[in-house]
């Protein structure tokens, strides 16, 4: 069952908010990743739901793995930017 338009732009816009609250927050300070794992099942729970909506499939996940087994910041603050990015693009495809 394929969701409209409007949620879809709402999941993927959803998800980017809150992958970069938790990488601005308890995952901020790379050198003190918390042990409290709640943080990465929601960052992953995030990331898959975001995978799903936008199609994009794996690799969403082979890039944020690489990124954060490297503690990346850079390419994390890139690649959320990029979830941001798909969710306007969302959003204008909608409004056409």
């Not at 690799?59 to 690649?79: C, G, H, M, P």
Request: glycine share 8%; aromatic share 10%; with cysteine.
């Amino acid at each position: 069952m394929s969701l409209p338009h409007k949620s879809r732009f709402q999941g993927l816009d959803h998800c980017s908010a809150k992958a970069d609250e938790i990488l601005a927050g308890p995952l901020s300070d790379g050198s003190q990743w918390p042990d409290d794992r709640r943080w990465w099942l929601q960052l992953g729970f995030n990331l898959g739901r975001f995978s799903e909506l936008s199609g994009e499939g794996r690799s969403v996940w082979d890039n944020w793995k690489e990124a954060i087994e490297t503690k990346d910041f850079n390419r994390l603050e890139q690649l959320v930017k990029q979830m941001k990015d798909l969710a306007v693009e969302e959003n204008l495809r909608e409004s056409d």
